[in-house]
């Protein structure tokens, strides 16, 4: 694949100041032409304004250029060639570093050294015609270019490879904010999406029931309202955690904490409020993990019973499991299912969200029916050294 350059912008201060220095040196070096030296550095550095911009047009410009005036005779005296392979030199170099592929400046660079070696083959058998040379004369110059042309290769191809570290190390770090921007998104939407998803479920549960029980039994419809509330203070202040969670480094020093996981009874607290009967069994410890461990914990004990208000039919029964081990958490939900089957969960981020929580800890995940009916969700998380790594 072809190495390729970042097209180069106007004419920049260097641009002129290259040009001024080639009409200077024309006129002070073709002094008994001065104002033939003037006129073709004029041309010249007029060409050159434009040599990062068209290498290519501006090589084959100053090649014709430099050929035409390789012949020109002022009063029996021909014009030094020392200005015409300076010019050709600048021309050669922008070609190099700056032509739009390696190939390009390849074949750039051995097109204006064969015009060089002419411009010398030239100067050297004054008199000859231009269309009289032999190929042997032009070989001949053309070794003597190769011990000036070399180093200007050398030199040129190098500030062009430079120069392409340069591209590529920003457009990696470009690359690589945007995949952070990209990660962080997803992690909100994630945290977002379980947050949200289980506080509405639990709001459009007793709401229905609130309707239902208005005109029947006022104090259960009361109650239904009471959770209402309750449940939207609550998911309020769980998202100002995670705006205080996100604005951390997930998993530093400082945020190792056990407080987190007690929050699981709060989770299944809620989910009973909604009218699911959960039993919840803790076995072990709560250990010292990151803030991030420990809030995945909650969320897949969270989105699973959200999980089973949805689909698990009528009157459904679930158990929660959390074990604490020396080496890990494991986290264990399983539903009566009595709605017929695996949640629909094609349309959403459940079990997605859940594995990507799971898979972002190093951890394990399955999630699939049982065989006695119901739904079994599985997670374990490690807890020695635990740290994020990259999903």
Same mark, same amino acid.
């Given at each position: 694949?072809?190495?390729?350059?970042?097209?180069?912008?106007?004419?920049?201060?260097?641009?002129?100041?290259?040009?001024?220095?080639?009409? /200077?040196? $024309?006129?002070?070096?073709?002094? @008994?032409? %001065?104002? =033939?030296?003037?006129? #073709?550095? &004029?041309?010249?550095?007029? !060409?050159?304004?434009?040599?990062?911009?068209?290498?290519?047009?501006?090589?084959?410009?100053?090649?014709?250029?430099?050929?035409?005036?390789?012949?020109?005779?002022?009063?029996?005296?021909?014009?030094?060639?020392?200005?015409?392979?300076?010019?050709?030199?600048?021309?050669?170099?922008?070609?190099?570093?700056?032509?739009?592929?390696?190939?390009?400046?390849?074949?750039?660079?051995?097109?204006?050294?064969? /015009?060089? $070696?002419?411009?010398?083959?030239? @100067?050297? %058998?004054? =008199?000859?015609?231009? #269309?009289? &040379?032999?190929?042997?004369? !032009?070989?001949?110059?053309?070794?003597?270019?190769?011990?000036?042309?070399?180093?200007?290769?050398?030199?040129?191809?190098?500030?062009?490879?430079?120069?392409?570290?340069?591209?590529?190390?920003?457009?990696?770090?470009?690359?690589?904010?945007?995949?952070?921007?990209?990660?962080?998104?997803?992690?909100?939407?994630?945290?977002?999406?379980?947050?949200?998803?289980?506080?509405?479920?639990?709001?459009?549960?007793?709401?229905?029931?609130?309707?239902?029980?208005?005109? %029947?039994?006022?104090?259960?419809?009361?109650?239904?309202?009471?959770?209402?509330?309750?449940?939207?203070?609550?998911?309020?202040?769980?998202?100002?955690?995670?705006?205080?969670?996100?604005?951390?480094?997930?998993?530093?020093?400082?945020?190792?904490?056990?407080?987190?996981?007690?929050?699981?009874?709060?989770?299944?607290?809620?989910?009973?409020?909604?009218?699911?009967?959960?039993?919840?069994?803790?076995?072990?410890?709560?250990?010292?993990?990151?803030?991030?461990?420990?809030?995945?914990?909650?969320?897949?004990?969270?989105?699973?019973?959200?999980?089973?208000?949805?689909?698990?039919?009528?009157?459904?029964?679930?158990?929660?499991?959390?074990?604490?081990?020396?080496?890990?958490?494991?986290?264990?939900?399983?539903?009566?299912?009595?709605?017929?089957?695996?949640?629909?969960?094609?349309?959403?981020?459940?079990?997605?969200?859940?594995?990507?929580?799971?898979?972002?800890?190093?951890?394990?995940?399955?999630?699939?029916?049982?065989?006695?009916?119901?739904?079994?969700?599985?997670?374990?998380?490690?807890?020695?050294?635990?740290?994020?790594?990259?999903?």
């Amino acid at each position: 694949m072809p190495v390729r350059v970042r097209p180069r912008g106007g004419i920049s201060p260097a641009d002129l100041l290259v040009s001024v220095f080639v009409t /200077v040196l $024309a006129t002070w070096w073709w002094h @008994q032409f %001065r104002a =033939g030296g003037l006129a #073709f550095g &004029l041309i010249a550095g007029g !060409i050159l304004l434009w040599r990062r911009r068209y290498p290519l047009s501006v090589l084959a410009a100053l090649s014709a250029l430099t050929t035409a005036t390789a012949t020109i005779v002022v009063d029996g005296t021909w014009l030094h060639e020392g200005m015409l392979l300076i010019t050709l030199a600048l021309a050669m170099w922008a070609v190099i570093v700056h032509a739009a592929t390696l190939r390009r400046a390849v074949a750039g660079g051995v097109a204006a050294s064969l /015009v060089a $070696a002419l411009v010398q083959t030239v @100067q050297g %058998r004054r =008199g000859v015609g231009l #269309f009289e &040379l032999t190929v042997r004369d !032009i070989a001949t110059s053309f070794e003597v270019v190769i011990g000036y042309g070399g180093v200007i290769w050398a030199v040129a191809l190098s500030v062009r490879y430079f120069g392409q570290l340069r591209v590529n190390a920003s457009e990696r770090r470009q690359h690589l904010t945007r995949i952070a921007v990209a990660e962080e998104r997803a992690r909100i939407a994630r945290e977002l999406h379980d947050i949200v998803a289980h506080s509405l479920s639990v709001i459009v549960l007793q709401a229905n029931g609130a309707t239902y029980a208005f005109d %029947r039994d006022r104090d259960r419809a009361r109650e239904a309202l009471r959770i209402i509330g309750a449940t939207g203070a609550d998911a309020l202040d769980e998202i100002r955690q995670l705006v205080e969670l996100l604005r951390s480094d997930d998993g530093g020093p400082d945020d190792r904490t056990p407080a987190a996981l007690d929050q699981i009874e709060a989770v299944v607290q809620r989910a009973r409020d909604a009218g699911l009967s959960v039993a919840l069994a803790v076995h072990g410890t709560p250990p010292e993990v990151a803030g991030g461990v420990a809030l995945a914990v909650c969320r897949i004990v969270q989105e699973s019973l959200t999980n089973t208000l949805r689909h698990a039919g009528p009157r459904p029964v679930a158990t929660v499991t959390v074990s604490y081990r020396p080496g890990g958490i494991e986290i264990e939900v399983t539903d009566s299912g009595g709605g017929g089957g695996a949640p629909s969960f094609t349309g959403g981020h459940g079990l997605v969200g859940m594995r990507e929580r799971v898979a972002l800890y190093g951890g394990t995940f399955e999630a699939g029916p049982r065989p006695d009916g119901g739904w079994r969700v599985h997670a374990a998380l490690p807890v020695t050294g635990a740290r994020a790594v990259t999903a």
